[in-house]
């Protein structure tokens, strides 16, 4: 009897001791768990932050918003941003018909309420302003100083259309200055009118003065008082529709921060 007691006295403790150990392995088991999740939550963190930005932005943005699309790519490893540049009446058009973008950037207020009419953008933020100038050749073969020459029939001369930004722009201008200019070619934006001049098909044209500081001496610009009649806001906004939200949001807070302001009046932008 004593012997049978002894044999349940040690085997009680050893089974203790085993229920003790399972239970001490057992608990260390949630945190396998824990840690899958914390690593998959910053795997589908950075998954999350790479991707594809699309921004819309007016033709005379070309090259600040190239320069500022590869500084948001080294600050966004993983991350490509694309570009469609061109008239902004045209790309806000794009936009309400359906075309994918994330961010909108036009060349004057009245493109952007084409988008935010339609309920895909809102609070819209005006960044930079931008006047005209005559642009003519760097030999300057008509001769012309000022606005008045443009008038002159001999004069050839390139404007945008009416419905795009700098058109409308031009059309002011020339209306507070009294004077009527016929075009001998309507461009359908600012850089196409530039072009027609640095070949050398026209004499003059009216653009923005960043386009005539962006073409490297291509071209040489003419200031104007009635430009001043004709300024034209820029504003930006992220889509309500963007297919990447968060990387539109960053992309906007980049044009408005101190870096972009830098690289938008380099380039001969005004600020608003």
Known sequence: MFRRLSRWAVTVPLALTLAAALSGCGSSDPATPAASTTASASASAAEAASGTLTVF????????????????????????????????????????????????????????????????????????????????????????????DLTDPKVKVALCAEQVPCGAAAIKALDAAGMKVTPVTLEQDVKAALTKVELGEVDAALVYKTDVLASAGKVTGIDFPESAKAINDYPIAALTKAPAPELAKQFVDLVLSPQGADVLTKAGFEAP
């Open 57 to 148: 932005a007016a033709a005379s943005l070309t090259g600040t918003f190239t320069e500022l699309g590869k500084t948001f790519e080294t600050a966004h490893p993983g991350t490509t941003v694309r570009f469609n540049f061109g008239s902004s009446a045209t790309l806000a058009q794009q936009i309400v018909e359906g075309a994918p973008a994330d961010v909108f950037a036009a060349a004057s207020p009245a493109t952007m309420k084409t988008v935010t009419d339609a309920s895909l953008a809102s609070a819209p933020t005006t960044f930079v302003r931008n006047s005209l100038q005559i642009a003519v050749p760097a030999d300057n073969p008509a001769k012309v100083d000022d606005l008045k």
